[in-house]
């Protein structure tokens, strides 16, 4: 069954610090998102991706954030100075066309800022 | 606004009682998907709800979808350890927002066996 993939798993990173997420959507899908949640908390929004560029992004999408689909398979997060409070589980997350069709999530990268 | 809410936030039942999770919407909802996440993993999609007072079931598992779109619940038949993970609903957004999904708080469930 295909998959979404992201890359690595857990990252510990310094505060200050810029970080890349990696993501391999499922190829046929066109949407593309990334969500974060915080340990214990509900998962939250941060930006959708379609036809090469952002289609909307949350309040916590700030200027530190930026998305990426470098070639055909890459979907990437990068935040580019990291806080103690981007500690939190990233989610990539691709959808294929269709009004309501259902998300495929990635297992997740645990980002750590120290 | 936006918000869907989710209750209650914690259910401990022992292995064979039923479960139920309720989300709620103060605005009439498009359609609501609901997702599992078991504990250390991420979302998995469950099942998605379009009409008014629409009922699914999966197995032990049924949800239904309130006649006004603004509420939904999952019902749990006969727990099983198996079940244990938190249980999102989520709204979906259409037009410009592209599917965005806006989750609950979610619904942590633990099975004693």
């Known amino acids: 069954e295909p998959e979404v993939t992201q890359t690595p798993s857990h990252q510990v990173t310094q505060m200050g610090q810029e970080v890349i997420l990696r993501c391999v959507p499922i190829s046929n899908h066109l949407y593309f998102y990334w969500y974060r949640q915080i340990l214990g908390q509900k998962v939250e929004f941060l930006v959708s991706f379609y036809n090469n560029e952002i289609s909307e992004k949350s309040e916590i999408f700030d200027d530190q954030f930026s998305v990426e689909r470098p070639d055909g398979s890459n979907f990437t997060l990068k935040i580019r100075s990291t806080k103690l409070e981007d500690s939190a589980m990233y989610f990539c997350?691709?959808?294929?066309?269709?009004?309501?069709?259902?998300?495929?999530f990635g297992q997740g990268t645990r980002l750590t800022v120290v | 606004g936006q918000q869907v809410m989710q209750i209650p936030q914690y259910q401990h039942v022992q292995e064979g009682e039923d479960f139920t999770t309720y989300c709620n919407s103060s605005?009439?909802?498009?359609?609501i998907q609901w997702y599992k996440q078991r504990p250390g993993g991420h979302p998995v999609f469950l099942i998605q709800l379009v009409k008014s007072g629409e009922v699914k079931k999966q197995k032990r598992l049924t949800f239904q979808f309130g006649e006004a779109k603004k509420n939904s619940s999952l019902h749990i038949t006969a727990t099983q350890t198996t079940d244990v993970g938190t249980y999102f609903c989520a709204r979906t957004a259409g037009g410009t927002s592209y599917g965005k999904l806006t989750f609950g708080q979610g619904t942590i469930l633990t099975v004693h066996p």
């Open positions: 997350a691709s959808r294929r066309t269709g009004l309501w069709t259902e998300a495929f």
């Open positions: 605005t009439t909802l498009s359609n």
